[in-house]
């Protein structure tokens, strides 16, 4: 069955919601895997995606997030500040283009930015992209309006990240000031504002196994090409600090079966690394093919010059 799935979506058919099921509960698990990484290599070839991000703004979040740090509703004790200085960003965005990393995204807390502050961070933008052209500018600011979102574009963003975070089903459950509804409506704006969409999820809060397929199937159904894959990273304060962790055949399993459901896009390491780094290159093996590279928001990230030798050692041509 995984070879006959495998074959049907290398010759561009799509896999229903009762197949990546099949998919998922399928005991050879290797197969899977392996089966993910053919259909990656030769839908999209070996190219390995990076992208860094810069906390812009941190903490006194208006929102009830259950996994999330940032959250005013919650004791997280972080360090809580407003926007970032142009200096700072400027900064971040020449270390990151030393390196050699694709993607740079300035990222703020709070359900959605002022407009005073979308102003400010056109004007970072625009002094980024006259200084370094290579990069590659995103944008993950909440629940924006479409004419802040086409200020974003005209200043040289490119991109816009919105999380879905799970499935509509089971969202209510982790966050009840805002809905899936609200982000769709997001991610649409963005697209009719000319923008790319940069949107996934987090994996280990509680979810079944069905809310990650719908999740999947929800993405593809928005044409998202760029799918950050989250690991919940318990944090100590929030409501779901001691939630389980989850095994690392359910980890490598939902990989392999986004990439079933995503057969062109770009599946990326994001949140909960640390907590996966034992299993990184089998996952990279069972379709992964970006990342998020340096420092995260509030948990610890990878280095990036380690991370850059760890894909070109697996055969990866950073892109």
């Not at 839908?43 to 992208?51: I, N």
């Not at 993950?140 to 004419?147: A, D, H, N, V």
Request: aromatic share 6%; glycine share 8%.
């Amino acid at each position: 069955m995984i070879e006959e799935l495998k074959e049907k979506v290398l010759a561009g058919g799509q896999v229903s919601r009762e197949e990546a099921l099949l998919l998922a509960r399928d005991g050879d698990k290797q197969g899977l895997y392996r089966a993910a990484g053919e259909i990656r290599d030769r839908r999209v070839g070996r190219g390995f995606d990076t992208c860094s991000i810069i906390n812009a703004r941190s903490g006194k979040c208006s929102e009830n997030c259950k996994w999330c740090a940032q959250s005013a509703h919650f004791h997280t004790h972080i360090e809580e500040y407003d926007l970032v200085d142009e200096s700072t960003c400027l900064q971040l965005a020449a270390a990151n283009s030393r390196y050699g990393v694709g993607k740079f995204s300035f990222v703020t807390s709070g359900r959605t930015l002022s407009d005073r502050n979308v102003e400010r961070i056109c004007h970072y933008a625009k002094e980024i992209g006259e200084q370094f052209p290579d990069l590659h500018l995103c944008a993950s600011m909440g629940l924006l309006r479409k004419e802040q979102l086409q200020r974003l574009r005209e200043a040289g963003i490119r991109r816009y990240h919105c999380n879905l975070e799970t499935s509509a089903r089971y969202f209510p459950s982790l966050c009840t000031t805002h809905t899936t509804d609200e982000k769709v409506a997001t991610i649409r704006a963005a697209q009719e504002a000319g923008m790319e969409i940069c949107s996934g999820g987090i994996i280990g809060m509680g979810e079944t196994l069905e809310d990650r397929i719908d999740l999947a199937l929800m993405l593809r159904d928005l044409g998202i090409r760029s799918i950050p894959i989250n690991v919940l990273s318990p944090i100590p304060g929030t409501p779901l600090e001691h939630m389980p962790p989850l095994t690392d055949e359910e980890v490598l399993t939902t990989v392999a079966v986004f990439r079933f459901i995503h057969p062109d896009a770009y599946l990326r390491f994001a949140g909960g690394r640390k907590l996966i780094a034992h299993i990184e290159e089998d996952a990279i093996r069972a379709g992964i093919n970006a990342a998020i590279v340096g420092d995260l928001l509030t948990t610890v990230g990878s280095k990036v010059a380690e991370d850059m030798e760890k894909v070109k050692a697996l055969g990866f041509t950073i892109q």
